[in-house]
């Protein structure tokens, strides 16, 4: 059911023209695209949203948005207007004229900013000279969209370019920006968000790491003929990209060498030491990021373990197990060969990985081991043992 059918059915009819669908779910409809969410403006009174099945998310404010979710469809957000004429207000409010249009439940659009022309060109128009200062998220919001071929108009590149935004950026939280971050590694082309970022150099106060990336060295040229950190990770990005949508695979992708940013300059092009460096830095960068439990581990032990991943073939099959068994335990055993892969150009080969993750995820039980003996053995020598067992396991099964 699409958004305006599905709008129809949670209203009476009678209240029905007071009643605008608006915003991205107006320009997802135009591209017949089926969106998650459905946002409304309404002139309508709390009782009659209450009736409707509409809740306040916060009634102490004096514009509160009224909330109703749907299982299988997502949520429906409700913004309440006044009157009917305020709705030109909320439009030219909106960051893009393509998220600033609006649609009656009799199919009218609404179109004051030009929001039509700028979708069929795919071009990204500030709805007005204070769209960022009014929020300057939503600077990211602009970078987010051009993953997915949207471009930013030469209007609107200027408005972004004429001031420093790092004062502003700094005092709004963290979260909304790794949830543009987030989001934007979903896109067709991701690594536009990073690359956007260093072109107009914002977002500083929130990666400061991205923007030392072009002036440090991959590595020896040898190996890294890209040249510096940020090219090189780009170029991961991109061929991780083409292989998986996976955000947190993407993600870990781009920051995979965040531990070469402890280098220290007299010791470039070499990075040693630089896996151990990168699991302490990737606990603290995603901890201030505030992301989840799941991206830290997952960046901290993609950091430690890729570089003897691209060495995989040349490793003793002990280290294979316990390389196989840190992976199953940090939730990144689909995302290292794939990280592995992309970290070179011709891609990074793991045989049998997947057999080396499936022994180092078996019981005592399994391996063969009686119970009884295990605990005859001294406590120190029973890690060993199993190791033991398992590499002939693997032996065994090749």
Known sequence: MNALALVKTLFPENVW???WIVGGTVRDHLMGKEGDDIDLDAVLTPQELAACGF??????????IWFRHIPGIGKIEVTRLGEATDLTGDIFRRDFTVNALAMTLDGELVDLTGGVRDLEKKELRACSPESFVDDPLRIFRGFRFETEGWRLVPETEALIRAK???KELSEIPVERFSREMLKALTGNCPVEFFREM?????????????FRMPDIPAGPIDKHPEGDLFTHACQVLERVAAATADPLTRFCSFFHDLGKLATAPDLYPRHHGYEDAGFDLAREFCNRLSLSVAYRNALCWICRLHGNGGGWQELRDATKIRMADQARRAGIIDILPLVVAGDKPDGGNMPRWEEAVRVAGMS????????????????????DYVLQKRIACFRHAG
């Open 17 to 19: 023209p007071r009643i």
């Open 198 to 210: 260093i072109r107009f150099e914002v977002g500083r106060s929130y990666l400061p790491e991205l």
């Open 164 to 166: 420093s935004w790092e």
């Open 55 to 64: 809740r306040s998310v916060d009634p102490v404010t004096s514009a509160p």
């Open 364 to 383: 005592a039980l399994q391996l063969g081991i009686e119970r009884s003996r295990l605990e005859a053995m001294p406590v120190e020598k029973r890690a």
